[in-house]
T-cell receptor, first 115, second 115 residues
Framework: DGGITQSPKYLFRKEGQNVTLSCEQN?????MYWYRQDPGQGLRLIYY???????QKGDIAEGYSVSREKKESFPLTVTSAQKNPTAFYLC??????????????FGEGSRLTVL | AQSVTQLDSHVSVSEGTPVLLRCNYS??????LFWYVQHPNKGLQLLLK??????LVKGINGFEAEFKKSETSFHLTKPSAHMSDAAEYFC?????????????FGSGTRLSIRP
């Protein structure tokens, strides 16, 4: 089935450690996104990419890094520079043209807890 | 600039009664509008979308929304609530003539269903 796969679903990290969250899609979408969601709040954009080997910072990029070496993959690294990394992270993809433009397809999310 | 306002952070209805979740938007151009639903610890799922075709849009699970340009509204309704409708709902606006990054989320409305 076509869709977006995020892993791991749950992740625990000690302070000072970097962690990488995986996001893979087989929808052939050009654009991919990472959002952060805190309890009782909406979604905030961390990074997005509209094409392979190119990505842009979103509203809260500090302490995070990404890569886009393949169309299907958009991993997010939460670095030790991120002061408050405990959150629910959502990856999404979308077409950049055609009838589906602007519609986001989401993964199931990854919950990161810093111990 | 685009913006979206969900007028209620929490709505509680009895099972079998109508649901109304309110959303107002601001957009300089022709907007695309979406409603997504999120169950606890899950990703977001598209309920319905408006992309300049019919102003009354029907979605999944009996939900529908009406695009009213004069009122800049896109309220979500359902004639009869079911217990399984309890979730968080997000109204989203995107500008079809801007980059794929210009996707704006509302802050969400938590829908509770009373037995």
């Amino acid at each position: 089935d076509g869709g977006i796969t995020q892993s791991p679903k749950y992740l625990f990290r000690k302070e000072g450690q970097n962690v990488t969250l995986s996001c893979e899609q087989n929808l052939n979408h050009d654009a991919m996104y990472w959002y952060r969601q805190d309890p009782g709040q909406g979604l905030r954009l961390i990074y997005y990419s509209q094409i392979v080997n190119d990505f842009q910072k979103g509203d809260i990029a500090e302490g995070y890094s990404v890569s886009r070496e393949k169309k299907e993959s958009f991993p997010l690294t939460v670095t030790s520079a991120q002061k408050n990394p405990t959150a629910f992270y959502l990856c999404a993809s979308s077409p950049t043209s055609g009838r589906g433009y602007g519609e986001l397809f989401f993964g199931e999310g990854s919950r990161l807890t810093v111990l | 600039a685009q913006s979206v306002t969900q007028l209620d952070s929490h709505v509680s209805v009895s099972e079998g009664t109508p649901v109304l979740l309110r959303c107002n938007y601001s957009s300089s151009y022709s907007p695309s509008l979406f409603w997504y639903v999120q169950h606890p610890n899950k990703g977001l799922q598209l309920l319905l979308k408006y992309t300049s075709a019919a102003t009354l849009v029907k979605g999944i699970n009996g939900f529908e929304a009406e695009f009213k340009k004069s009122e800049t509204s896109f309220h979500l309704t359902k004639p009869s609530a079911h217990m399984s409708d309890a979730a968080e709902y997000f109204c989203v606006v995107s500008d079809r003539y801007s980059s794929a990054s210009k996707i704006i989320f509302g802050s969400g409305t938590r829908l509770s269903i009373r037995p």
